[in-house]
């Protein structure tokens, strides 16, 4: 009886990831089109090129122009989709969709590459920073443990 319901539970679990609201899924299409997600996507690899073509020079300028001609935003959006339909009802998206169409929603869209830029260069000099004070801690602490070690 326990085997059975837990089979049941695990089709139940199965059917749900399987199925599909066509409609809700095509509102969510309507969200990654609105907020261009798959163009973000494409970015981001074309971004991650340079270190790829560094990491592998034999390759050639040809197979990268190849590889790039073949990065598709509309794969990217198919991976999305059934992550939004597990974490967001119909209203979230429709709200997200109505947002994202506003004046704010459009000027965030408009300048996320660039925040996001200047986000990731902060990021870098605060790491820096960081850094730079744990090794000092470090080299502080090291001192003090030889001071006393030499005593």
Not at 51 to 69: D, I, R, T
Not at 97 to 123: D, N, T
Not at 125 to 134: D, G, L, P
């Amino acid at each position: 009886m326990r085997q059975s319901a837990v089979l049941m539970v695990v089709a139940a679990m199965c059917a749900t990831t399987v199925s599909a609201d066509p409609a809700r899924d095509e509102s969510i299409l309507e969200l990654m089109r609105v907020t261009t997600a798959g163009d973000v996507g494409a970015e981001v690899v074309r971004n991650l090129l340079p270190m790829a073509k560094a990491a592998n020079p034999q390759l050639g300028e040809k197979f990268w122009a190849e590889f790039v001609s073949e990065i598709s935003p509309d794969e990217m959006v198919k991976k999305l989709v059934p992550v939004y339909r597990r974490h967001y009802s119909e209203v979230d998206i429709q709200e997200m969709i109505r947002f994202y169409k506003s004046p704010v929603g459009r000027k965030i869209l408009q300048l996320s590459p660039q925040v996001r830029q200047e986000s990731m260069r902060a990021g870098q000099e605060w790491a820096q920073e960081v850094s730079w004070r744990a090794q000092q801690k470090v080299a502080k602490q090291m001192a003090e443990q030889n001071a006393i070690s030499a005593r």
